[in-house]
């Protein structure tokens, strides 16, 4: 058996083939010499190195967030952890706000000083008193890793204030996951790497688990470093899903952003509700930096009831149309109550230093799902029809 393949045939493809091979083939020694010695010609080395189908998807990433360059990983947490070890070395000091991602801040707390590395976490409930805390930091941060909007409550922070207290040396990264362009642009606004869930709008079909870096080229080819080098790699298959979900997710934003709107207010007018958090209601804390800052307000809506736990999951139990799950961007509509699905290790104490109300719901609306379906099954569990 010839150990040569044929050429691709069909090279004039409209999409181009998605490649699952785990290695890559030479045909001699010179070849060797100027695909992988001197990086001459395109070619592959290795799967954990390289995939041409991550590289069509990386490149039209790039373009979504009007970046430099962009790496896909295996999780959004994947990307996230590569990125801090990639830029952090012992004695550096960097910060975060208390609403962070669950799993960003056991990384910040529970991994990244294991390293030596200073962790400084401020709240963005106020987001003044959280510039003034960034402030009382400058000249000792090497990185601000931000999250706009946050989960559960869509809190946001001032991101170009932020650049302007730190100046240019500071590497600031942001978690886009709940606001991804169209809706908002982070790498206008001072950011050096944007970091997304793949999992959520991004995929947008619930089917897929990755995560995605965006910006500065010099900082994306560090990371990429690390990146080949452990290995949270995304197969073929996964950059294909993902390549396809990039079509439509102008037009998936653009849904999820009326639904939500309209969600949230009908809850706002709803008896039963308490409070509800949506960056596009004037009610919204950080009603005014939406303005500035978003395009849309994205399909997660968070509310309170001011009930005890118990008679709020009842109230859960009673819903229809969502799925009891932990996830957003998807085609279906999914709910969680915050303190049973993602703060559920946490206690009292725990929840008030981060907001979190025990009566807490968050909605995450499904393109596939109609407005008025939602509204109905809302306004039936909440008067216990």
């Given at each position: 058996m010839t150990r040569k393949r044929t050429s691709e045939p069909y090279t004039n493809s409209i999409e181009p083939p998605t490649y699952q091979s785990a290695s890559y083939y030479f045909d001699d020694a010179d070849q060797v010499k100027a695909g992988l010695h001197d990086l001459s010609i395109p070619a592959g080395r290795y799967g954990r190195y390289s995939n041409p189908t991550w590289v069509e998807v990386e490149a039209r990433l790039s373009e979504l967030s009007e970046a430099e360059s962009s790496l896909l990983f295996a999780s959004g947490m994947a990307a996230h952890f590569t990125t801090f070890v990639s830029l952090l070395e012992a004695g550096d000091e960097v910060v975060l706000p208390a609403e962070s991602y669950r799993q960003v801040r056991n990384v910040f707390h529970h991994i990244l000083p294991k390293f030596g590395i200073?962790?400084?976490?401020?709240?963005?409930?106020?987001?003044?008193?959280?510039?003034?805390?960034?402030?009382?930091?400058?000249?000792?941060?090497?990185?601000?890793?931000?999250?706009?909007?946050?989960?559960?409550?869509?809190?946001?922070?001032?991101?170009a204030r932020i650049r302007q207290?730190?100046?240019?040396?500071?590497?600031?990264?942001?978690?886009?996951?709940f606001s991804p362009p169209p809706n908002f642009y982070a790498l206008r606004w001072g950011v050096d790497l944007v970091l997304f869930s793949a999992t959520k709008y991004l995929g947008g079909h619930g089917d897929i688990v990755a995560g995605v870096l965006s910006g500065r080229r010099d900082l994306v080819e560090r990371i990429r470093w690390y990146r080949d080098t452990t290995g949270p790699v995304a197969d073929g298959n996964v950059a294909f899903l993902l390549r396809r979900s990039l079509y439509t997710l102008a037009l998936r934003m653009e849904r999820v952003n009326a639904q939500g709107l309209e969600v949230a207010r009908f809850l706002t007018a709803h008896p039963r509700v308490r409070r509800v958090f949506y960056t596009g209601?004037?009610?919204?804390?950080?009603?005014?930096?939406?303005?500035?800052?978003l395009h849309g307000h994205g399909g997660v809506v968070t509310f309170e009831l001011g009930l005890g736990e118990t008679e709020t999951a009842e109230i859960v139990d009673r819903l229809e149309v969502p799925f009891m799950a932990s996830n957003f961007g998807a085609p279906h509509t999914l709910v969680e109550q915050s303190t049973f699905f993602t703060y559920f290790e946490y206690d009292d104490a725990a929840l008030k230093s981060i907001g979190v109300d025990r009566s807490t719901i968050r909605l995450a609306l499904g393109y596939a799902n109609e407005s008025t379906q939602v509204v109905e099954d809302l306004d039936r569990a909440l008067t216990g029809g």
């Open positions: 200073v962790v400084h976490e401020i709240s963005i409930r106020d987001p003044e008193a959280f510039l003034d805390g960034i402030a009382a930091l400058s000249g000792r941060l090497k990185l601000v890793h931000l999250e706009m909007p946050s989960s559960p409550h869509m809190y946001l922070i001032d991101v207290i730190v100046g240019d040396d500071v590497v600031i990264t942001l978690d886009s996951s209601l004037e009610t919204h804390p950080h009603f005014k930096l939406g303005q500035d800052y």
